[in-house]
């Protein structure tokens, strides 16, 4: 991956915080089972929005096609887990669904899309700080959405809802981009702390899980 002079090493690795198929197991289950509880939809939500700045960061870097695909499955995938705690949990109808989940979607690509030309412009005039922003925001808004299963758990006393194939898959792919910043020729603090949290916070909830049971 080519990356400008200067890029902080974390806006280079932040690409790998997240693959979207991790949620595909989610998905697999909540179908299956026809039932989302404890899944939490402002878990999805957060994940969905995190995609926006994801895939701002990517396009305007000009990464590889994958990576610039990516963040847009993010968003579809979590809104699509979105909709299976309308459907199944909520009981809404599909036509519920459908008339709320379009004009979310086309929202979020225009925002997307407008984001894209105002960085351009900004990268344009050798702003970095902005370009930097959509990545570290995207970070934040996966992990906002990590915490809000926090509140579910203090609540129940249990881990519900959530599959721990997904989790363990993910803290994998946190603890893989922790331990490549090492590997860099520049140590980025900011990195750390945001893949470290992140990591702490999945494991945090494979161990609510086994202590719970």
Known sequence: M???AGMPVFAKSETYLFTPEQLIPQIIINYRKHDTTGLQPTMMLLWASAGIPLGVYNIVQNFHIALKIQPQILTVLSLLTWLQCQYYGRKWSWAKCTAVIVPVALTMGGIELGLVFALFIAKKQQLQWPVTLMAVLSACLLSAGVLRHY???YK???????SFIFVAIDALGDLTSLISIFFESELDILGMVIYGSELALWLGILACGGYCE
């Not at 129940?156 to 959530?162: D, P």
């Open 151 to 153: 509140w579910d758990i």
């Open 156 to 162: 129940e006393r249990t881990v519900r809802g959530i």
């Open 2 to 4: 080519l990356v400008s």
